[in-house]
């Protein structure tokens, strides 16, 4: 079975500053990894993807996301913080290849940026 | 605007009443999902359709939830006598067939359920 674990459920950060919403996954074989965007009330908006090749993924709005194998992990990072970014973050993992197509979601972190 | 859509955007009902969401994929996308999320949750799986062929459903579908895609198209998901419960945000993503399955699911806006 696949699983995505974000291990805060919050991460404050003042404006200007980096940021860096952690998640860890398991799954079989090689992972499929996304990240996805929540403003209040509104659906998922897609911000990167990782698949193979370089580990480092770039993405919408100046995110980017960090792939270590070793340590099963795809934290979403951003040099400059800015307000606009709070909202609620989502971590999925699919195998790459076989099994489901369905991606698993974390439960989700909620970024506060501080002005 | 290009992008999944759903309606309505808000429901309001009675316990043990139907209700019926619908959703409209991305035009060129042939595969179609329905998630439900409550309050601190991710996402939560519910069904799949590639085309018209629902080819997944999860555990957490009950008897009392069906989906149709009828025509490929747009897709509609019910639940019938409605309990307090299923009070959630009903989410619908499309995504295209690629070579490999590296596709990525695109959002619609969710229509959010609350259950008096």
């Known amino acids: 079975a696949q699983s995505v674990a974000q291990p805060e459920d919050q991460v404050n950060v003042a404006e200007g500053n980096p940021l860096t919403v952690k998640c860890t996954y398991s799954?079989?074989?090689?992972?499929?990894l996304f990240w996805y965007v929540q403003y209040p009330n509104r659906g998922l908006q897609f911000l990167l993807k990782?698949?193979?090749?370089?580990?480092l993924v770039k993405g919408s709005y100046g995110f980017e996301a960090e792939f270590n194998k070793s340590q099963t992990s795809f934290h979403l990072k951003k040099p400059s913080a800015l307000v606009s970014d709070s909202a609620l973050y989502f971590c999925?993992?699919?195998?790459?290849?076989?099994?489901?197509?369905?991606?698993?979601f974390g439960r989700g972190t909620s970024l506060i940026v501080h002005p | 605007d290009t992008g999944v859509s759903q309606d309505p955007r808000h429901k309001i009902t009675k316990r043990g009443q139907n209700v019926t969401f619908r959703c409209d994929p991305i035009?060129?996308?042939?595969?179609l999902y329905w998630y439900r999320q409550t309050l601190g949750q991710g996402p939560e799986f519910l069904t799949y359709?590639?085309?018209?062929?629902?080819?997944?459903k999860s555990r957490l579908l009950s008897d009392r939830f069906s989906a149709e895609r009828p025509k490929g198209s747009f897709s509609t998901l019910e639940i019938q006598r409605t309990e307090q419960g299923d009070s959630a945000m009903y989410l619908c993503?499309?995504?295209?067939?690629?070579?490999?399955?590296?596709?990525?699911?695109?959002f619609g806006p969710g229509t959010r359920l609350t259950v008096l």
């Open positions: 993503a499309s995504s295209p067939e690629t070579s490999g399955g590296t596709f990525t699911q695109f």
């Open positions: 799954v079989s074989g090689n992972p499929y």
């Open positions: 990782y698949i193979t090749g370089d580990n």
């Open positions: 999925a993992v699919r195998p790459l290849s076989g099994g489901s197509y369905i991606p698993t």
């Open positions: 035009s060129e996308h042939n595969r």
């Open positions: 359709f590639q085309n018209e062929a629902q080819l997944e």
